[in-house]
């Protein structure tokens, strides 16, 4: 079973920035994409960045050159870098990770419990 645990989140002031972590333990097959989501109260959740195990990263356009999405040695856990917070950006932000054994498998998809982003002065 996979499991996935972010932490980093936290109150900042504009212009600040904050940076999320998502870990990912379990038996993670080796195509698998790692996405944040984040999801403001009163509004639908929407992508921030996703990044594919292999393969180039994408971000939506209110976050691009501000936002950036990595991962670590292990390949386990991803990180988001978020600068130049505006507070448009609070929300809660969850990632999900989605595999399969092989591009013709079902696809399987976990997400983790989120962490919360305020942005205010």
């Known amino acids: 079973q996979v499991q996935l645990v972010e932490s980093g989140g936290g109150l900042v002031q504009p212009g600040g920035s904050l940076r999320l972590s998502c870990a990912a333990s379990?038996?993670?097959?080796?195509?698998?994409?790692i996405t944040w989501y984040r999801q403001a109260p009163g509004k639908e959740r929407e992508l921030v960045a996703s990044?594919?195990?292999?393969?180039?990263?994408e971000y939506a356009d209110s976050v691009k050159d501000r936002f950036a999405i990595s991962r670590d040695g292990t390949r386990r856990t991803v990180y988001l870098q978020m600068n130049n917070l505006k507070p448009e950006d609070t929300a809660v932000y969850y990632c999900k990770l989605e595999h399969r054994r092989d591009p013709f498998d079902l696809k399987y998809e976990y997400w983790g419990q989120g962490t919360q982003v305020t942005v205010s002065s």
């Open positions: 990044s594919p195990n292999r393969g180039r990263v």
């Open positions: 379990g038996t993670i097959f080796t195509i698998n994409t």
